[in-house]
Each structure stands twice: as structure tokens, then as C-alpha cells.
């Protein structure tokens, strides 16, 4: 079985638009005047045929996302007290009557905001939202001899450390009611910034930051520890923390837990 996704991108707010699609990839219906931009990730599962290796062509996702998915979020933008989980929840219903296999799909609702959700579980949601914090560290085990530390961390292991802007990326669950999640972003937001990115900026990890007192921070370590102090934060809340993703560069990401 694979899992197939296509990412359909498209504005809201100007006129609805017909007619041939120039610029796809940028995203189709285009912005016209001031609007929002949005991505959709549509995803399905199924088997590939065994002659033509397609297991679904992406051309039936796109006329499906665009069919019935666009015309949902277009007329709720705007709306006074639209409820973007609500939306998504409406979006997602009429796709999976027109998409065999549809597994999940995910509304990309800012560069850093998503919404995610899937047709088995409609109760629940997942919200993901970025975060950035600025810190030191040195990568340096004492139980090992200088050599073997340079050996095996290299310039990481100056001895004055080195910084990096660390993005995080919580994933939460959240239970939803009536189409309306209990636990909202600006919940994200007020708990992440309290309990994890305050106790982070701007800090020499090895030297301010307690939990890494007797433990390297790797970005492995990193992601563990921001998935432990953040998750019954969380909890206490009425959500559940599924996994935290930590960038320590543009191409260097941990995932806490893995799966």
C-alpha cells in the first residue's frame, strides 16, 4: 500500500475564477486584489495498479480538491466566527465521497499554521504552529577524552559552543466538538511561548538551561526535552502533544517521538 499526496494551492477573497489554469504551481483560483493564500495537502492510500503503476492519477485529486473542497473554504472566508476545524471538518466530508482511499488532509492555512484532520476520526484534530529561539550550545560528552570529542563532533565542539535559531514545530491533538476544537491556537501559542520558547531564548543551552546540565544537546536531545516539558503543559490543557519537530538548520530536523 503507499500513501499518495498532492498539494493543491489556491486564493480566497477575489472573484471566483474560471476558466484555464496558467500558473498552477503558484496556485489556482490566483490572488486577485487582497485575499489569503492557502495549501491544501490531499492524501490518499491504495494499492498501484500493476500495469500502469498509478494507484490514483493526481488529476482526480486536484478536480476533487478544487470541486469540493475550494468552494467550502471560500465561502466560509470572511464569515464572522468561522471556525477553521469546522471548515476543514465540511471540506473534508465532501472529498471523501468523491476520493477513494482519502487518508487525511492537511490545511496550511499560514506558512507556519496548519490544520490537519482525518476521515476514520472526526472527534479530533491536529494543530501544528511554528516557534523560533535563539541559542548556544557545545556538543561535548565529558565521560569521552578531548580527541574523541573532536573526532566525533568536530567544529561543534569549540570550546566557546556555537549558536543556531532553532524552529520548533509542536503537533497537537485536539478533541472536537460540534466542529469546534476545545484547545485553539492562541492556547498553542500562550503555552509554547510560556513553558518552552521563555525557558530557551537566548540562553547557552549547556550552561543556563537545567536539563541539559548532564545530558549533550544534540538536536535529538533538544527535541526530547522540548517533547517532555511541553507535553504535560499540554495535557493540563486538554490536549495531547503527538510530537515535536526541532530545526536546528533549514536542513537538520528531529522529530519527538518518532512515528
Request: net charge negative.
Amino acid at each position: 500500500m503507499v500513501e499518495l499526496t498532492r498539494t493543491i494551492r489556491f486564493a480566497v477573497g477575489g472573484p471566483a475564477e474560471a476558466g484555464p489554469v496558467h500558473n498552477g504551481f503558484a496556485g489556482w483560483p490566483a490572488m486577485a486584489g487582497l485575499g489569503a493564500h492557502y495549501e491544501l495537502d490531499v492524501a490518499c492510500r491504495g494499492e498501484p495498479d500493476p500495469v500502469t503503476g498509478y494507484f490514483l492519477n493526481i488529476t482526480a485529486i486536484d478536480a476533487a480538491g478544487r470541486r469540493d473542497a475550494i468552494p467550502v473554504i471560500r465561502s466560509a472566508f470572511g464569515v464572522r466566527g468561522a471556525e477553521p476545524t469546522r471548515t476543514l471538518a465540511t471540506a473534508l466530508r465532501a472529498l471523501e465521497a468523491d476520493l477513494p482511499g482519502l487518508s487525511r488532509v492537511r490545511w496550511r492555512l499560514s506558512p507556519t499554521y496548519s490544520l490537519e484532520m482525518e476521515p476514520t476520526d472526526m472527534t479530533s484534530a491536529l494543530i501544528r504552529q511554528s516557534f523560533e529561539f535563539a541559542a548556544a550550545h557545545r556538543l561535548h560528552v565529558p565521560s569521552l577524552s578531548d580527541e574523541e570529542n573532536r573526532r566525533i563532533f568536530g567544529a561543534c565542539n569549540n570550546p566557546a559552543g556555537h549558536g543556531h535559531n532553532y524552529r520548533v514545530e509542536p503537533c497537537v491533538r485536539v478533541p472536537v466538538a460540534d466542529g469546534a476544537p476545545g484547545f485553539t491556537l492562541r492556547d498553542l501559542e500562550r503555552i509554547t511561548g510560556a513553558v518552552l520558547i521563555d525557558h530557551l531564548d537566548h540562553t547557552h543551552l549547556n550552561a543556563d538551561v537545567p536539563e541539559f546540565k548532564d545530558l549533550n544537546p544534540s538536536v535529538e536531545n533538544i527535541a526530547r526535552v522540548c517533547f517532555d516539558r511541553l507535553a504535560p503543559a499540554i495535557r493540563e490543557a486538554g490536549a495531547e502533544l503527538a510530537r515535536i519537530t526541532v530545526w536546528e538548520t533549514e536542513k537538520t530536523s528531529c522529530v519527538y517521538p518518532a512515528g
